[in-house]
């Protein structure tokens, strides 16, 4: 026999799952929409995302893979890209061809990484491309010592050729204004007759802003979008 008393409690049960769903189906186009738009909750859960998944050069398996390939290998192309994520998934023999060109780029690289894997003699070209930047945002380091790091790689890379590119700006535009001093600072290191710099902003984000059909996520290219930097890059030098 059901008693008044089991009936409430079957209610308070159906009830409490009712709000459960209610708040999970709610919570799902919150983030959906904030994604697709780019609003506020977006960016509160990728700066904790970072927080949690801060990236380590000596602690993360796939730049200690990558650094440790570079380092060891016999052999020596004529033109080496080096940098993070950008550089990495860049098909730069496709891209330009009739280039000797090795790829050197870590996915999550920051300029520390890069300093770091200099300081561990890296087999680097005659010539140098260097791209990177974004990630020390990512990880929040200090300008100062964005900055410094800067300046520490292309110590590292004297006698080469380099070619500097300018930190390539996103679909975010608070992440841009931090990106702006630094691709300024960049545009003022770059000043000695065997550094070459190179802003690839003006044709992938002409309007401040990386163009949507040149990227993929707001912050990675498209093919489109690598064709684009390669014209850039032959135009500049090759």
């Not at 999970?24 to 186009?29: D, R």
């Not at 995302?49 to 990236?55: D, E, P, Q, V, Y």
């Not at 300046?151 to 070619?163: D, H, N, P, T, Y």
């Amino acid at each position: 026999m059901t008693t008044a008393g089991s009936r409430g409690r079957g209610r308070s049960t159906w009830l409490y799952l009712l709000a459960v769903v209610l708040a999970a189906s709610a919570g799902f186009w919150v983030a959906a929409i904030s994604f697709q738009y780019k609003l506020k909750p977006y960016f509160y859960a990728v700066k904790i995302i970072n927080k949690l998944s801060a990236f380590d050069p000596n602690k993360d398996f796939v730049y200690r893979t990558l650094s440790t390939l570079f380092i060891e290998q016999p052999y020596r192309k004529d033109v080496t890209f080096l940098g993070d994520s950008i550089v990495a998934f860049g098909k730069w023999d496709v891209l330009l061809k009739g280039v000797d060109v090795d790829n050197h780029g870590i996915p999550g690289d920051t300029t520390q990484g890069l300093l770091l894997r200099l300081g561990r003699n890296e087999v680097v070209g005659r010539t140098a491309i260097v791209m990177l930047g974004v990630n020390d945002l990512k990880m929040e380091l200090p300008r100062a010592e964005t900055e410094a790091n800067l300046r520490g790689i292309l110590q590292a890379l004297r006698g080469k050729r380099v070619i500097l590119v300018a930190t390539l700006k996103t679909g975010i535009p608070s992440t841009n204004a931090k990106l702006a001093p630094i691709i300024e600072f960049e545009r003022k290191l770059c000043m000695a007759p065997t550094c070459t710099y190179l802003n690839p902003n003006r044709a992938l984000a002409p309007m401040g802003y990386l163009k949507p059909e040149y990227t993929v996520d707001g912050v990675h290219l498209n093919w489109r979008g690598y064709r684009t930097l390669a014209n850039q890059i032959a135009v500049a030098e090759f």
